[in-house]
């Protein structure tokens, strides 16, 4: 068995658990969207201002909330089994998000997305420094 170096980084495990957790909240959202009324519409509280824009498209949003649950989940997997498809799809959700935060600042929505676009930007450096994308086959 060959020695990994990346994969022994408490950063390594942050980002695997990171996809999970993400998953697990857009299952949140997606659940609260596709099935309006239940005792999980509540968690909206932390964040109304996305509701109030994300409600009126219901089970269209709902369903592609699925879609990313999906591609989280399986990034997660494939990021912990150290495939290069599960680090490629990394890859390219944290890219993604930077593109929207990079949207949302030129829209006028300085603060959040400024900050999306630092913490984004920071996982995407991290991601494609050689030593981590050198342990994944």
């Known amino acids: 068995m ?50 109030k824009q994300l409600a009126p498209l219901g089970r269209t949003v709902g369903i592609l909330f699925l879609l990313l649950v999906a591609a989280l989940a399986t990034a997660g997997i494939g990021w912990f089994r150290r495939r290069l498809w599960g680090w490629r799809l990394a890859v390219v959700i944290i890219a993604t998000q930077l593109l929207g935060d990079v949207v949302n600042c030129v829209r006028g929505d300085l603060l959040r997305g400024g900050i999306g676009v630092i913490i984004a930007g920071a996982l995407l450096l991290f991601l494609v420094q050689p030593k981590i994308r050198a342990t994944f086959t």
């Open 2 to 51: 060959r020695h990994v170096v990346g994969s022994k980084t408490t950063g390594f495990t942050a980002i695997g658990v990171f996809l999970f957790f993400g998953a697990m909240m857009a299952s949140l959202a997606a659940a609260t969207l596709l099935w309006r009324g239940s005792a999980l519409d509540r968690i909206w509280a932390l964040n109304p201002r996305a509701y």
